[in-house]
């Protein structure tokens, strides 16, 4: 291999993708050995100018340099998660400890820091965009340790690199446990309950696995949820729920790794100052304090407590008129939850998935914001995808100018993590010229012909996509404050906010067709899900809420000592009162949002947070008319254009005219006492 056939070292073409089959690993470690060093020497530039630090010299040229890193990494890490093996996976790790010391050795440079620290004690007369710059890279040397002393700045590098590589770890792990585990079904009694659909696709499981003729159910979201809510052979749904709340700890045991992630966490904040590793992380997000978070925690799961009682009481009822005995148990709640939703609004997912083909939610949600913000989402065919499940459009505003490149990824497989994200190739800005973002949506539906999505599913395709158009939209000088580079409290809003369009009667009417006649969903069947909305919300929250209170006990608690993690999450989930019918929505050994990085750690609460804004924000499209052109207007200019320019809250005020409230949130989880 010589340096000139590397892909990386050349310009991409104009629509910024590189030639993915033409990428080989050694191309990877050549790229980043290169693109490190020219970093370094950009950075060495900076440092050591003789010229007296200003803006442009100093955060603009930060801003600029470590080009060719920053292209072989965003190829790279996007596929570790979408589309990786096993070499990836060892480049993987030896990488992550080596750029997590790259980086703290730049965010602990005392010349830069000097530089960095002269700006900011002169901010004021910098535009907001570049205050709010300033602002947060002073912050991130703060929290890299450049203000400790050589010994502390050297602990500082050493604990970032072993988390870089514990967290590598923790996140291969729960893919090599998901992927160990399936559940190989092959009589009518295994299949008893289980609609057609639900057999249909768990036969193209078991094809997909080598295994034509039987079926196969597996720990994925997309799989086990279907499962256990119509599967009658109460053991089998016992057997998959143990399966799947034993992940990280079959196969491999993410046990001692994630109990090492908290323990240098820990040693991290107190080293910069923090009680926990919660005040450090918190010290940058809207919520400021974890009384802050836990306020909002408690104040939502009150209403809580008692609907999920009540919701509990209603199934253990159902448990006894069928003539059975056994005490509700965690993988009887979906069975009998959905048999209650059957009988109390007629309305049986059977009924619904015929209306929800992925391709026609897809252009749906295309058609939305086409109406929303005269965006447009073409097809394009003539750039290179890393996998054959991906499929790439162009997005054009009103005027036919280009907003970027947005691909789609919807369907699950082995290499590919679980859950949905969405992330960059390329980011905006318009530091020196126009450059248009490269933006990915990855979801983890099964494969089927044709692929027929649940209510569930159909909210999280608008959801990424509402993470997407942050990105396409956004108009900002800086790419550090482009787009999803905002507070981790306020990322969730644009997302979120998008879920809301997705059930509205006037919007499922335009793209819920039947798969088979193509007439559009009937209005009953509209009523049902309205009807329906509230409908166990009791448990949705209570689940969410115990993983966030989980969250935030790991990271809250100065000095833990955490000898059994079993005995640690127990404890936990007995101090807030968890009945015992309803587990956390993710358990420590697979909670990959909290163990894989530092960005959830301390903030899954995140989700409920920014939910408080997305339930108030879409009573201003409910009041004006949910595809009102001035309301649409306002939340684009003032939320999705801006990213992380300005304090997210003064974005908030400037689209709502007033901070958010909590009334809507519990409405529309039907928690209002």
Same mark, same amino acid.
């Given at each position: 291999m010589t340096a000139t056939s590397n892909p990386f070292f050349h310009e991409p073409p104009a629509h910024g993708l590189p030639d993915f089959d033409a990428i080989t690993t050694a191309h990877y470690r050549q790229a980043f050995d290169r693109g490190l060093a020219e970093h370094r020497q950009d950075i060495a530039v900076i440092s050591e100018s003789a010229e007296l630090p200003d803006f442009a010299n100093t955060v603009e040229a930060m801003e600029r340099a470590g080009c060719l890193l920053d292209r072989v990494s965003s190829v790279f890490f996007n596929l570790t998660s979408s589309n990786t093996n096993d070499e990836i996976q060892a480049l993987e790790l030896s990488l992550s400890a080596e750029l997590a010391t790259h980086h703290s050795v730049i965010y602990t440079n005392?010349?830069?820091?000097?530089?960095?620290?002269?700006?900011? &004690?002169?901010?004021?007369?910098?535009?907001?965009?570049?205050?709010?710059?300033?602002?947060?890279?002073?912050?991130d040397f703060v929290h890299a340790g450049a203000a400790l002393n050589e010994s502390?700045?050297?602990?500082?590098?050493?604990?970032?690199? %072993?988390? &870089?590589?514990?967290?590598?770890?923790? %996140?291969? @792990? *729960?893919?090599?446990?998901? @992927?160990?585990?399936?559940?190989? =079904? !092959?009589? !009518?009694?295994?299949?008893? +309950?289980?609609?057609?659909?639900?057999r249909k696709a768990a036969r193209s499981e078991a094809e997909q696995r080598g295994k034509p003729g039987k079926y196969v159910v597996t720990i994925s979201r997309s799989s086990i949820t279907p499962f256990l809510q119509f599967a009658d052979r109460r053991d089998l749904r016992e057997q998959m729920f143990k399966a799947y709340t034993s992940c990280g700890k079959r196969s491999v045991d993410n046990q001692p790794l994630l109990k090492e992630i908290v323990s240098l966490r820990q040693q991290r904040a107190q080293l910069l100052g923090y009680d926990t590793h919660a005040d450090f992380m918190l010290s940058d997000r809207m919520a400021g304090t974890p009384d802050a978070v836990l306020g909002l925690l408690d104040?939502?799961?009150?209403?809580?407590?008692?609907?999920?009682?009540?919701? &509990? &009481?209603?199934l253990q009822e159902r448990v006894r008129r069928e003539g059975e005995s056994f005490k509700l148990a965690p993988w009887d709640w979906w069975y009998y939850a959905e048999k209650e939703r059957a009988e109390k609004f007629s309305l049986d997912p059977g009924q619904i998935k015929p209306y929800f083909k992925l391709e026609n939610v897809r252009d749906g949600a295309f058609a939305v914001v086409k109406r929303l913000y005269g965006i447009s989402v073409t097809p394009r065919n003539d750039v290179p995808v890393y996998h054959r499940d991906v499929t790439a459009y162009d997005v054009t505003d009103a005027d036919g100018s280009p907003l970027g490149l947005f691909l789609v990824d919807y369907f699950m497989r082995p290499s590919k993590r679980g859950g949905a994200w969405m992330s960059n190739f390329r980011e905006q800005s318009n530091l020196d010229g126009a450059?248009?973002?490269?933006?990915? @949506?990855?979801?983890n539906f099964p494969k089927g012909e044709p692929c027929l999505l649940g209510m569930d599913e159909v909210r999280t395709l608008f959801h990424e996509f509402g993470h997407a158009l942050h990105s396409l939209l956004s108009q900002v000088r800086y790419r550090s404050l482009a787009g999803t580079n905002v507070k981790q409290d306020f990322v969730e809003l644009p997302s979120q906010i998008m879920e809301h369009w997705a059930v509205q009667p006037e919007v499922l009417k335009s793209y819920a067709r039947h798969v088979d006649t193509g007439e559009p969903i009937p209005d009953e069947l509209i009523d049902k899900l309205k009807a329906s909305a509230t409908f166990n919300q009791g448990f949705a929250t209570t689940e969410y809420l115990a993983a966030s209170? =989980?969250?935030?006990?790991?990271?809250?608690?100065?000095?833990?000592?955490?000898?059994? *993690?079993? *005995?640690?999450?127990?404890?936990?989930? @007995?101090?807030? +009162?968890?009945?015992?019918?309803?587990?956390?929505? #993710?358990?420590?050994?697979? /909670?990959?949002?909290? /163990?894989?990085?530092?960005? #959830? %750690?301390? +903030?899954? #609460?995140?989700?409920?947070?920014?939910e408080v804004l997305d339930a108030d924000g879409f009573e201003a499209f409910e009041e004006n008319g949910i595809f009102d052109q001035a309301t649409a207007l306002s939340?684009?200019?003032?939320?999705?254009?801006?990213g992380g320019s300005d304090d997210p809250m003064s974005l908030y005020k400037a689209f709502r005219g007033r901070e958010p409230q909590v009334a809507p949130l519990l409405a529309k989880r039907g928690l209002a006492l």
């Open positions: 005392p010349q830069l820091y000097t530089r960095i620290e002269s700006l900011h &004690a002169e901010r004021e007369p910098l535009d907001p965009d570049q205050r709010q710059l300033l602002q947060e890279i002073h912050q502390g700045r050297e602990e500082m590098r050493q604990i970032n690199e %072993s988390l &870089a590589s514990l967290t590598t770890r923790f %996140s291969q @792990n *729960v893919l090599k446990d998901t @992927n160990a585990f399936e559940l190989v =079904l !092959e009589s !009518e009694e295994d299949l008893a +309950g289980l609609p057609e659909l639900e104040q939502i799961w009150q209403p809580t407590k008692i609907k999920v009682a009540a919701e &509990a &009481a209603v450059i248009r973002p490269i933006v990915v @949506n990855c979801c209170y =989980l969250d935030m006990a790991w990271h809250s608690q100065a000095g833990l000592e955490a000898d059994e *993690v079993d *005995v640690f999450e127990s404890d936990v989930m @007995n101090q807030i +009162g968890l009945i015992d019918a309803v587990l956390p929505r #993710y358990k420590s050994t697979y /909670f990959q949002h909290i /163990f894989t990085g530092d960005s #959830y %750690s301390a +903030g899954y #609460y995140s989700y409920i947070w920014a939340f684009r200019k003032n939320v999705l254009e801006m």
